[in-house]
């Protein structure tokens, strides 16, 4: 075929046509004649295809002559970017037959391209053309994650992006909760799942592949009865198009945090701060209780909106002991937004430990607090007449503070004294005194 000179065409075709007439005589017609471009060979092919899924479109060709015929193809235009139309550069049909031409689409974005597919016999010029446009749509995930962790530990999980281009493409992303009608429906994007941690941007090296990580760190553990969210994470570009992929997330509920040791005597305190990472990406409140009454928290603490590394919230713990010994309590710090933090708490209340001395000069008060969670009497006694006291606290309120007021009398004698309280059933409270 390669060494058949291209037959040079004329721009008109002319005849003549010779009718004798009954009569003897005759009639000569001169015909002139112009051929025209050809029309597209039956209706534009319209094509639906997924973006990122390689497409195969089968052309009829037919030869109408009763001969071979090999046809160069030409596509037109050349399609952008990282859309790629492409097939044999040329294919030969035998005399009166159809053979298929394969064209091949694929493309990252979505989009409409539209070509000419012009096949030509190079040896008689004539051609014939076909109108083609692919219409590519969103493409469904292309692949399924399954991610299972304890709320607030992050799992991580790794997606090879690959960017064909020679260039560096800057990719974002974006996750949403999925949602859909059916098993055989398309996956509905809902509101932003903020349990994934995703970088600002992706940078794809050219001509690679690219390690993109994903954190799945929940706040919240999955209600039961879900059993798992499923979310859809996003990477986009102008260049690249849309790469989905679908994660199926669980989240189970977490144990405590971790434990605290308190240790005071009866009727001291011991003050601790416990701290948590607040993750919610908004700001909130949290309530605070505890289920002993010798450790006491605020009924509440305010946390600041979340960066993706957390803010750290301080809630202060007070332990005050009401009965020599161990104990624990569990401190709960919870929010239905935010989730919920458990600490366990471990105290030990020690016996009153001597105070003193207190320098009395006239008069002196010295405060006393009632550690117990009941209403209690103590008898007060001192040890030198030097020194004056009450000699009873009557009816003290539960866990609350009353003054001892304590004078001296300065007579020349000893001036140092040592008062006592006491509650029956109880190690007493001993202070030590020194008159000026």
Not at 223 to 228: F, L, M, Y
Request: proline share 7%; glycine share 8%.
């Amino acid at each position: 075929w390669g060494g058949v000179k291209k037959k040079v065409r004329p721009a008109e075709h002319s005849g003549t046509v010779f009718v004798p007439l009954p009569d003897g005589t005759a009639l000569l017609y001169k015909l002139v004649g112009t051929a025209g471009a050809p029309e597209a060979e039956g209706e534009a092919i319209a094509v639906s295809v997924q973006c990122k899924a390689n497409h195969t479109e089968q052309i009829p060709v037919s030869n109408w002559l009763p001969k071979p015929q090999r046809f160069t193809v030409r596509i037109e235009p050349a399609p952008e970017g990282t859309t790629t139309l492409k097939g044999a550069s040329y294919i030969d049909v035998p005399a009166n037959a159809q053979r298929s031409y394969s064209l091949k689409f694929h493309t990252f974005v979505e989009g409409t391209t539209s070509a000419r597919l012009t096949l030509t016999n190079e040896a008689t010029g004539e051609y014939l053309f076909f109108d083609v446009a692919f219409t590519a749509t969103g493409s469904p995930p292309l692949q399924t994650y399954e991610l299972n962790t304890v709320v607030r530990q992050g799992k991580e999980i790794v997606i090879d992006l690959a960017n064909p281009l020679t260039e560096t493409v800057v990719m974002t992303a974006q996750c949403h909760i999925a949602e859909r009608e059916s098993e055989d429906a398309p996956w509905v994007r809902k509101a932003v799942n903020s349990d994934l941690v995703l970088q600002p941007t992706y940078e794809l090296r050219a001509s690679a592949e690219t390690n993109c990580k994903v954190v799945f760190r929940p706040v919240l553990p999955t209600p039961a009865e879900q059993g798992s969210q499923m979310s859809l994470v996003t990477f986009s570009s102008t260049e690249l198009g849309d790469f989905v992929y679908l994660l199926r997330l669980s989240a189970s509920p977490a144990g405590a945090e971790r434990s605290m040791q308190f240790k005071a005597s009866i009727g001291g305190k011991d003050v601790q701060t416990f701290r948590f990472l607040h993750y919610l990406p908004a700001a909130t409140d949290y309530k605070c209780t505890t289920d002993n009454g010798m450790f006491s928290v605020e009924a509440k603490v305010s946390a600041p909106e979340a960066g993706s590394d957390g803010v750290e919230v301080e809630v202060e713990v007070v332990f005050e002991p009401d009965r020599i010994g161990d104990c624990a309590a569990k401190l709960t710090v919870f929010s239905e937004e935010g989730g919920e933090y458990i600490c366990i708490l471990r105290g030990h209340g020690a016996p009153p430990q001597p105070q003193g001395p207190y320098e009395v000069a006239g008069a002196y008060k010295i405060d006393f607090v009632n550690p117990f969670p009941e209403a209690k009497t103590f008898t007060v006694a001192v040890d030198n007449k030097a020194f004056t006291a009450p000699k009873s606290l009557d009816n003290v309120a539960p866990r609350s503070t009353v003054p001892i007021n304590v004078s001296f009398a300065a007579g020349g004698g000893d001036t140092a004294g040592k008062l006592t309280v006491v509650c029956e059933g109880f190690p007493a409270w001993l202070y030590y005194l020194k008159g000026v």
